[in-house]
C-alpha cells in the first residue's frame, strides 16, 4: 500500500508552513504551495505570521514525499518586505493562476492593517505575471478560493473580516473582470473556504479554528450546513491540534471509488530545544474524505492510500 506519512510535509528553513494548496505541474511533478511563517522570528507580537512569502514543494510519485523548492518569485508589487498568504492556484485555458492574500508591511498585531487579494498568472508556475488586485468592495479580505461553474466561468469565495469574517463570492467568465460580491456562508466567524466536487455533491469546508465545518450544494450557489470533520485529535502526536485551512484533491482509490485527500495544518505544541513558543510549529498533514450520502466522512488516523496520479483534476495543460 502506498501509506502517505505523517506529518506528510513540514517547511525545512523556517517550520510552520500552512494553508497548502496543490496541483498537477506542467512538468508531470505535483506542486504544493503554501504560507511560509516563520516560528522562530524573534521579535515580538505576531510578526512570526507576517512578513511571510509563498514557500513551493514538489512531489514526483504522487505525493508521497515532497522536496521544498523555495519561495515564489515575483508576487509581490512593493518593495520591501511585505506579507503574502494562502495561495490558490488553478489551470484554465494553458494558464496557471495564483491568487494571494497580500497585507502591507510585516505588522506585529492582527488588527489595523489593510488586507486584499492578488492576483498572477503563469505557464510554469516559477515566473508570474501580475494581474493586479481583486476588485472585492472591502480592504479586509484574504483567504482565496476558486471552482470551475457547471455553466462555465468561475466563482472565487473569500473571506472578509470587514463583514464579520464570513464567507463572499464572485463571479468571472474568465478570471479577468468579476461580478459584485454577495454573501455565501454568514453566521459564526470563519475562514479559509475550499470548494470542491466529492459523489452527488458539491462541498465547502471552512476553518472554524475548532475543526472544518462542512456545508454542501447542489449548485455551488444554495449551501447548507452538515457537519465538521477535523475536530478529533489524531494518534500521531504531531497530529493533534485541530485541522486548520484545508484543500481537497478528489480522485480515485486503488479498488476505483472516488475519494478526496484533505490536505491540513495542524500545529504541534510539543517541546522544542530551538523554538520558544512550540505552538508556532506547524505540519501539512493529509486524510481521506469520503462521501456518504449527504455527509463527509473524515477519520484522520485511517491509512492514505494516496496517489495524486489518479487525481480527477485533468490535465493542466
Not at 76 to 101: K, Q, Y
Not at 164 to 176: F, Q
Request: with cysteine; hydrophobic share 35%.
Amino acid at each position: 500500500m502506498r501509506r502517505a506519512p505523517s506529518p506528510l510535509y513540514t517547511d525545512p528553513l523556517h517550520r510552520a508552513p500552512t494553508d497548502p494548496t496543490l496541483i498537477a505541474g506542467p512538468d508531470g511533478r505535483w506542486w504544493m504551495f503554501y504560507t511560509q511563517r516563520r516560528a522562530a522570528e524573534p521579535d515580538g507580537g505576531v510578526r512570526w505570521v507576517h512578513g511571510t512569502d509563498i514557500g513551493i514543494a514538489t512531489s514526483p510519485d504522487g505525493g508521497l514525499t515532497w522536496a521544498y523548492e523555495g519561495v515564489a518569485e515575483g508576487l509581490d508589487p512593493r518593495p520591501g518586505r511585505n506579507t503574502l498568504w494562502a495561495p490558490e492556484v488553478v489551470s484554465a485555458d494553458g494558464r496557471f493562476h495564483i491568487f494571494t492574500s497580500y497585507v502591507p508591511g510585516v505588522p506585529d498585531r492582527w488588527e489595523g492593517h489593510p488586507r486584499s487579494i492578488l492576483h498572477h498568472s503563469s505557464t510554469d508556475l516559477l515566473t508570474w505575471r501580475y494581474e493586479g488586485a481583486l476588485p472585492l468592495e472591502s480592504d479586509r479580505v484574504i483567504d482565496a478560493c476558486v471552482h470551475r461553474l457547471p455553466s462555465g466561468g468561475w466563482r472565487l469565495w473569500y473571506k472578509d473580516e470587514a463583514r464579520g469574517s464570513t464567507t463572499w463570492s464572485v463571479d468571472s467568465a474568465d478570471l479577468s473582470e468579476w461580478s459584485k460580491p454577495v454573501p455565501v456562508i454568514t453566521g459564526a466567524p470563519h475562514e479559509g473556504p475550499n470548494v470542491f466536487r466529492l459523489g452527488r455533491y458539491y462541498w465547502m469546508i471552512t476553518d472554524e479554528w475548532r475543526g472544518q465545518a462542512v456545508h454542501r450544494s447542489d449548485d455551488l450557489t444554495r449551501w447548507e450546513r452538515s457537519g465538521l470533520i477535523l475536530a478529533a485529535p489524531g494518534t500521531h502526536p504531531l497530529d493533534q491540534g485541530f485541522g486548520h485551512h484545508a484543500d481537497v484533491v478528489v480522485g480515485t482509490e486503488p479498488g476505483g471509488g472516488e475519494v478526496g485527500w484533505v490536505f491540513y495544518f495542524a500545529h504541534r505544541a510539543v517541546p522544542d530545544p530551538v523554538v520558544a513558543d512550540p505552538g508556532r510549529l506547524t505540519d501539512v498533514h493529509v486524510a481521506v474524505l469520503r462521501a456518504d450520502g449527504d455527509q463527509l466522512v473524515c477519520d484522520r488516523d485511517e491509512p492514505v492510500a494516496l496517489d495524486l496520479r489518479r487525481s480527477l483534476e485533468g490535465d493542466p495543460s
